[in-house]
């Protein structure tokens, strides 16, 4: 009766919470973070193909988004140092706004130059503006993690990102489209980059989390970052606190999050390129990423969230690395369906919900494995971990969609890698099986590390 009584008093603290600015906040937040991704990604692709750019350059300049994977070297400074010019509105607000006003400019160069002046050039603004698109999000993870009160809250705040995330993916991967068929892609990315004060305005009224400021304040008081020991804890510190915590287990935690995202990854370059060769319009894709595949997003976001709260983390994790091998392999019956309007809402659909569900599965997951005092870098170290392998990996997908096509037509070479794609999620789902299994006799990993215990 107890555990019922306390169960009936998290839920309803968690439906009050509903109410506080920060989920407003934290939901505008993930709107900043998810609009750069695709800009220097997929969304960049399909204008250099309108430009009628190689599937193999296409494939190679997604390479820029290897700086995600790098994100945590920086880190630990950007835990441990106020942002410049910045400092007085708090550590992660000041790196916030720092990070938003710097991806600001890179996509107004990006619209002022276009693709006139050659790919180098391109591909240098595009990878700044990828460096500090991954600097917001050390940043950003870092406050929502540090900002939620308990458990429950973090899986309302991972939630909020979540969508605020999707909704910006919809806008820079679907609503970009109809703009660029209308007005032109140099000033569909202008537009992109004015909708980056959505950003500034969630650092400038977010609040400062109180516990991460008071153990920052001491560690500055104890070990000083430029002393050998304050060095030593900002940059060592986070990773053997992980792996103290963990044990060898941790090793395992870090090969499954490296292939959970490996499929999506590795589809990303070439599902504008695919759409485009397919003969679908700009206004079709847009229009149905934008109602369908909204629709699809909301629901998966929200049956990945319940399925963490009533089935745990893992079986969470296992369901949506299964939905995420089918949906991407799915694409493949659009290769024979042709510039069908209804298969591809139908695809859309299908992918947008495994893909959201997979993702709330995987963010709630990460951020329960962090320590206060190391957030930013620990979290930095897990995010950046499921892209080592998929970044590296969709360099080459332009090269592999056109090797496949080789004696085929150009869409059955589409269709053999779309399947191939998501055939690459089978090693994280035998490593989440294995994973499920390790820790059934051991205690949850959110009762010894999480920050908000």
Same mark, same amino acid.
């Given at each position: ?13 968690? #439906? ?23 800009? %220097? ?55 916030? /706004? ?36 991954? %600097? ?272 085929? %037509? ?8 779309? /399947? ?5 999620? #089978? ?27």
């Amino acid at each position: 009766m107890a555990e019922v009584q306390v169960r009936a008093a998290r839920k309803t603290g968690v #439906i009050a919470s509903l109410r506080q600015p920060k989920v407003a906040v934290m939901l505008m937040l993930g709107f900043s973070s998810g609009l750069p991704f695709f800009l %220097t990604g997929n969304t960049l692709g399909y204008w250099m193909r309108d430009e009628g750019t190689a599937l193999t350059a296409i494939g190679f300049l997604s390479w820029v988004g290897l700086a995600y994977s790098l994100k945590f070297l920086w880190a630990p400074f950007i835990d441990r140092l106020d942002a410049p010019g910045f400092g007085r509105l708090g550590r992660r607000r000041g790196w916030m /706004i720092v990070s938003q006003l710097l991806i600001t400019t890179g996509l107004l160069a990006i619209s002022a130059t276009g693709l006139k002046a050659g790919l180098a050039p391109l591909g240098i603004l595009a990878l700044i503006v990828a460096f500090s698109s991954s %600097t917001q999000d050390i940043v950003v993870d870092a406050w929502r993690i540090e900002a939620a009160n308990d458990s429950d809250e973090l899986g309302l705040l991972s939630a909020a990102y979540q969508l605020g995330y999707r909704l910006a993916v919809l806008v820079s991967e679907a609503l970009i489209l109809i703009a660029a068929n209308h007005l032109g892609w140099r000033i569909s990315y202008a537009a992109m980059a004015a909708l980056m004060a959505v950003g500034l305005c969630a650092s400038l009224v977010a609040v400062e989390p109180l516990r991460a400021r008071k153990v920052f304040e001491s560690k500055a008081e104890t070990a000083p970052l430029w002393s050998a020991r304050g060095f030593f804890d900002a940059v060592i510190g986070p990773f053997t606190e992980f792996f103290r915590v963990y044990g060898w287990l941790a090793l395992l935690m870090l090969a499954m999050i490296s292939f959970y995202q490996l499929p999506e990854y590795m589809m990303g370059p070439m599902a504008n390129p695919f759409y485009h060769d397919l003969g679908l319009s700009k206004d079709a894709v847009g229009a149905v990423r934008a109602s369908v595949g909204l629709a699809a997003t909301l629901l998966g976001i929200a049956a990945g969230g319940f399925s963490a709260l009533r089935f745990g983390y893992i079986k969470t994790l296992i369901a949506g690395v299964i939905l995420k091998i089918l949906v991407i392999a799915n694409f493949a019956t659009m290769a024979y369906a042709g510039p069908d309007v209804r298969v591809f809402g139908a695809v859309i659909f299908a992918d947008n919900f495994g893909i959201g569900f997979a993702g709330v599965a995987l963010v709630t997951y990460m951020s329960s494995l962090t320590s206060l005092g190391y957030t930013a870098t620990q979290y930095a170290l897990l995010s950046s971990a499921y892209t080592y392998v998929g970044k590296f990996a969709k360099g080459f997908s332009g090269v592999m969609v056109e090797r496949l096509a080789a004696g085929r %037509t150009l869409l059955e070479g589409y269709a053999l890698f779309f /399947i191939g794609a998501g055939l690459l999620g #089978i090693p994280a789902l035998i490593l989440c099986l294995l994973l499920a299994r390790t820790t059934k006799s051991r205690a949850a990993p959110s009762a010894s590390s999480t920050p908000v215990s």
